[in-house]
Every structure is written in structure tokens, then in C-alpha cells.
């Protein structure tokens, strides 16, 4: 994506750095925007890493409902930035509600999240995570793994699914619903991600969600998305979970998780 990094390694020293004198020496220098160096201590070393400020920013948030109104919740989430521009995020539905559904998604979450910021590659961090699932206990351990990447450089959008349901996306203010046919992790020796890719642009949204969120239709959420216009990414989310949870008439409850987020341009 024609990007930059710049990683200087310096001896420990007993004075400080001062990081803005470091960005703007390293920004004349290379002639491009950068964001602030992050830091990194290995033994006696100090690492900067400097990363090309990005034309995208995103605009991320989320809401949960327990199940029962308890205090273990059978999905797990959690998305971070990568240092080559890529947002990343990443919902696992545990089969069943409670502690032991609570244990399943949180494994598979925390697990996929440490393998790909240490650079492996999706097909291999869920291969880890399904054995993982297979081996921990006699129980069956099974979990769902749903993944959006999105690059901040080009907008383009990766999504990972693996027995995960359908993800929304608005994009030139049409829904687009993006699905295919896979299995949960812990089920078979091999595990295969469904993948799927388009190029999002400013203003184009995501909408992700647990299984919990289905009940009968669900054109009323496709109508919610269109209609999200200013308000924040995580009243979105918040609002989506709580008219799902008024949705739902059968007298059973479950888990219900949602991640919204949205594409931007970088004003920073």
C-alpha cells in the first residue's frame, strides 16, 4: 500500500527520550506523516516504531446483554490497532450461555488475538485455536470465530468467519449481508475460515453480531443501520442489543453482542 515504518533501536540510556523531538526529526526526514512512536523495551535496548499516519481512522463500538441477566457472558470480544494499519476485530460465541461457554469464547478470542499480533497468518492462528478447543477438556469445547480486518490505508475490509452468522455492511448507503457456510472451532481435526472481501469508503459502516442478535427477521436491523447517521458508534451497538433483546418472544434468553464501527478520514 506503498506505506512506511520506521523502527529505531537505541541503547538504554538513564535520560528520557523525548518522542515528539523523535517524530518530527524522523518526519522531515522521510518527508511523510507519522503517528507518535510507540516504545518497546527488550534488555538493554529501546525500540521506536514510527508508523505512517493513515488517510482512515475508525470510529468502533460495542454492547453486551448476559444471558439471565448474569455475571459470565458466553461471547467474547475484542479489537485492536495493528502497527502495519489494520483495525482488527474479533467476536467468538461460546455454545451455550454461562461459565463454560464464557471459558470457550474467551479462549478462542484471546488466543487468535496474541497468534495474528505475532504475525501469523489467519489460516494458522485458527488451526492453533481449534486444537486448542479439541484438547482443553473431555467436554466438547466449540466456539464461534467471527473477524473483520480493516486497513486504514486503502479501506479495504477482510472478514474471517468460522460457524459465525451473517455480518452487515453499508456500503454507498446499501446493506450488503455477507455469509457463508463454515464450521466452529473445536468440532473437526481441520478448521477452515469462510473469507470474504470489498473496499469500503468515508462513511461506510459494519455491523457485527452473535447469533443471540437472530430471532425470526431481521430487516428491522438492516433499517437501524440505514438510519444510523451521528450517533456514536457505541449508542449504535447499545441500541441494536436492546431492541434485539425486545425482539425476542419465545421465553428463552441468550447472549447478544454487537460491534459496530465505521470508516473515516483521518482528521488528526
Known amino acids: 500500500s506503498n506505506r512506511m515504518v520506521v523502527e529505531i533501536v537505541l541503547a538504554r540510556t538513564r535520560g528520557k527520550i523525548d518522542l515528539r523531538d523523535v517524530h518530527r526529526v524522523v518526519t522531515i526526514a522521510a518527508g511523510r506523516s507519522f503517528e507518535l512512536p510507540e516504545e518497546s523495551f527488550e534488555r538493554d535496548r529501546l525500540r521506536l516504531c514510527l508508523a505512517e499516519r493513515c488517510p482512515y481512522d475508525v470510529e468502533i463500538g460495542s454492547s453486551q446483554h448476559i444471558a439471565g441477566n448474569g455475571t459470565l457472558c458466553g461471547d467474547s470480544y475484542d479489537y485492536y490497532l495493528s502497527g502495519t494499519g489494520n483495525m482488527v476485530a474479533i467476536l467468538s460465541d461460546g455454545m451455550g450461555t454461562g461459565g463454560a461457554a464464557a471459558v470457550d469464547a474467551n479462549m478462542a478470542v484471546s488466543i487468535l488475538k496474541k497468534l495474528l499480533k505475532a504475525g501469523?497468518?489467519?489460516?494458522?492462528?485458527?488451526?492453533?485455536?481449534?486444537?486448542?478447543?479439541?484438547?482443553?477438556?473431555?467436554?466438547?469445547?466449540?466456539?464461534?470465530?467471527?473477524?473483520?480486518?480493516?486497513?486504514?490505508?486503502?479501506?479495504?475490509?477482510?472478514?474471517?468467519?468460522?460457524?459465525?452468522?451473517?455480518?452487515?455492511?453499508?456500503?454507498?448507503?446499501?446493506?450488503?449481508?455477507?455469509?457463508?457456510?463454515?464450521?466452529?472451532?473445536?468440532?473437526?481435526?481441520?478448521?477452515?475460515?469462510?473469507?470474504?472481501?470489498?473496499?469500503?469508503?468515508?462513511?461506510?459502516?459494519?455491523?457485527?453480531?452473535?447469533?443471540?442478535?437472530?430471532?425470526?427477521?431481521?430487516?428491522?436491523?438492516?433499517?437501524?443501520?440505514?438510519?444510523?447517521?451521528?450517533?456514536?458508534?457505541?449508542?449504535?451497538?447499545?441500541?441494536?442489543?436492546?431492541?434485539?433483546?425486545?425482539?425476542?418472544?419465545?421465553?428463552?434468553?441468550?447472549?447478544?453482542?454487537?460491534?459496530?464501527?465505521?470508516?473515516?478520514?483521518?482528521?488528526?
Do not use: C, Q
Open 120 to 268: 501469523l497468518s489467519y489460516d494458522s492462528a485458527l488451526s492453533v485455536v481449534n486444537s486448542s478447543l479439541m484438547i482443553k477438556s473431555e467436554e466438547e469445547s466449540t466456539a464461534t470465530l467471527d473477524v473483520a480486518e480493516m486497513n486504514l490505508f486503502t479501506g479495504k475490509l477482510n472478514l474471517f468467519k468460522a460457524g459465525a452468522p451473517l455480518t452487515f455492511v453499508s456500503r454507498g448507503g446499501r446493506i450488503h449481508r455477507r455469509e457463508g457456510a463454515s464450521l466452529p472451532v473445536g468440532i473437526l481435526n481441520e478448521a477452515k475460515f469462510f473469507k470474504d472481501a470489498l473496499t469500503l469508503h468515508p462513511g461506510d459502516s459494519v455491523l457485527m453480531l452473535s447469533d443471540g442478535a437472530f430471532f425470526s427477521e431481521d430487516e428491522w436491523i438492516e433499517s437501524a443501520i440505514k438510519s444510523w447517521k451521528e450517533a456514536p458508534a457505541a449508542d449504535f451497538a447499545s441500541a441494536i442489543v436492546n431492541e434485539a433483546i425486545k425482539r425476542r418472544n419465545d421465553g428463552h434468553d441468550d447472549d447478544i453482542t454487537a460491534v459496530a464501527f465505521r470508516l473515516l478520514r483521518n482528521e488528526g
